[in-house]
């Protein structure tokens, strides 16, 4: 009963590849977001969904496209995978759309592009 | 210069000690301070959560904000070998952050050794 959960923990791939990481939560929450947290440990956000509809799109490249299917679940797909793109990637929700509460994280997925 | 500054540490403390953890910032829409823990390889967790200036407290721990200085602190009383982590301060403007909405901005972190 893991509050965020995401999938796959690791995953190691080659340059020019495509991968997707999934994200589900099951508080009920309406707001999720994909963090991207680099090697010195800096969480920077990439994108927030508010049931369903895109809030947040920080400049990332459009090799990240995000996708909601409802509001519990949201997916982060890149395409042509480059070495800069090594680093852990974390989803979270909230329960609002200001994270007035905080955020709930999810535990994580460590991406190593070889 | 980066919208929160958080003190790097890392700081090493013998168990018992007092800690004391600080962000600045320079964002004066921030409204909603948090701090979170993270475990090495987890991901972070929601520790404190207070809105507006004023102080918090939970258990061992005490959360500070100060608008007028831009100013949070997070001190741990009677610290113990389970609470080295890395602590991380964020924050969000909430509704007064327009088009940010719930963005939370991070600090850097900062790296929590607590020795028996």
């Known amino acids: 009963d893991t509050a965020v959960s995401q999938t796959p923990k690791y995953l190691v791939t080659q340059m020019g590849n495509d991968k997707s990481i999934k994200c589900e939560q099951n508080?009920?929450?309406?707001?999720m977001y994909w963090y991207k947290q680099d090697s010195k440990k800096f969480l920077k956000i990439m994108f927030s969904y508010n049931n369903k509809e895109l809030i947040i799109n920080e400049t990332v490249p459009n090799r990240f496209s995000p996708k909601s299917p409802d509001k519990a679940h949201l997916n982060l797909h890149i395409n042509s995978l480059e070495l800069g793109d090594s680093a852990v990637y974390f989803c979270?929700?909230?329960?609002?759309?200001?994270?007035?509460?905080?955020?709930?994280f999810g535990s994580g997925t460590r991406l190593t592009v070889v | 210069q980066k919208e929160v500054e958080q003190d790097p540490g890392p700081l090493s403390v013998p168990e018992g000690a007092i800690v004391s953890l600080n962000c600045t910032y320079s964002n004066s829409a921030f409204q909603y301070f948090m701090w979170y823990r993270q475990y090495s390889r987890k991901g972070p967790e929601l520790l404190m959560y207070?809105?507006?200036?004023g102080n918090k407290e939970d258990g061992r721990f005490t959360a500070q904000v100060d608008k007028s200085s831009k100013y949070i602190s997070l001190f741990i009383r009677d610290s113990q070998p389970s609470d080295s982590a890395t602590y991380l301060c964020?924050?969000?403007?909430?509704?007064?952050?327009?088009?940010?909405?719930?963005?939370?901005?991070f600090g850097q972190g900062t790296i929590l050794t607590v020795h028996p």
């Open positions: 207070t809105y507006s200036s």
């Open positions: 979270a929700s909230s329960q609002d759309l200001w994270g007035a509460y905080g955020y709930t």
């Open positions: 508080l009920g929450h309406d707001t």
């Open positions: 964020a924050m969000s403007g909430g509704n007064a952050g327009g088009t940010s909405y719930g963005k939370l901005t």
